[in-house]
Nanobody, 120 residues
Framework: QVQLEESGGGSVQAGGSLKLSCGVS????????MAWYRQVPGKERELVST???????SYRDSVKDRFTISQDNAKKTLYLQMNSLKTEDTAVYYC??????????????WGQGTQVTVSS
């Protein structure tokens, strides 16, 4: 059974930094990459950053040049380094493991989320 567990969230003042981690356990077959999402109450979950199996990264415009996604395949861990945090970055952050199944198509395994709160 695949499980993802985020850590590293917390409270920080604007301009500060946090580093999120996501540990993956279980066997992953046919990975189609990993990602970080975030969600605030009353809004849809939004994609923050993705990383492909070969390490190619992408970011939503609002976090470019501030956030860095990375992964340690040996440790089966995904990271999100967040610098120059803004109050609008406040959200619950989720990591996701994309899997491609020949019958079910693409779907995500999700972690339980970690709260990031940025105060002014």
């Amino acid at each position: 059974q695949v499980q993802l567990e985020e850590s590293g969230g917390g409270s920080v003042q604007a301009g500060g930094s946090l580093k999120l981690s996501c540990g993956v356990s279980g066997y992953i077959d046919n990975s189609c990459g990993m990602a970080w999402y975030r969600q605030v109450p009353g809004k849809e979950r939004e994609l923050v950053s993705t990383i492909s199996n070969n390490g190619a990264a992408s970011y939503r415009d609002s976090v470019k040049d501030r956030f860095t996604i990375s992964q340690d395949n040996a440790k089966k861990t995904l990271y999100l380094q967040m610098n120059s945090l803004k109050t609008e970055d406040t959200a619950v952050y989720y990591c996701a493991q994309c899997v491609e199944d020949k019958y079910e198509g693409r779907y995500n395994y999700w972690g339980q989320g970690t709260q990031v709160t940025v105060s002014s």
